[in-house]
């Protein structure tokens, strides 16, 4: 019903930048939570930045200062501005949204990406 399909992912120099993107499209009437998420071999998926109803915003705190989570509602899409990213920086980044698919009832379904690969290598 809902699809979220990410891009921009890709091979950055240290201290290079990175801009994600993430496009959800299918049975959509609103989306109240769009987040980006990443993880690494090994480790459990981490929260990156999220973006409640197009308004509030928080980050990771090894991430604040460097990225910038922004949403575009009537297109219903989410990107991630990378900047001064690092090697820790490297991992499957993906796309989070909690899409309302009814009106009425206000139900919500949580929906995931794909995931996009960022390696920050020199």
């Known amino acids: 019903q809902v699809q979220l399909v990410e891009s921009g992912g890709g091979l950055v120099q240290p201290g290079g930048s990175l801009r994600l993107s993430c496009a959800a499209s299918?049975?959509?009437?609103?989306?109240?939570?769009m987040a980006w998420y990443r993880q690494t071999p090994g480790k459990e998926r981490e929260l990156v930045a999220r973006?409640?109803?197009?308004?509030?915003?928080d980050y990771a705190d090894s991430v604040k200062g460097r990225f910038t989570i922004s949403r575009d509602n009537a297109k219903n899409t989410v990107s991630l501005q990378m900047n001064s990213l690092a090697p820790d920086d490297t991992a499957v980044y993906y796309c989070?949204?909690?899409?309302?698919?009814?009106?009425?009832?206000?139900?919500?379904?949580?929906?995931w990406g794909q995931g996009t690969q960022v390696t920050v290598s020199s």
């Open positions: 989070y949204a909690e899409v309302v698919v009814s009106p009425t009832s206000r139900v919500k379904f949580a929906y």
């Open positions: 973006s409640i109803n197009g308004g509030t915003t």
């Open positions: 299918g049975s959509i009437f609103s989306i109240d939570r």
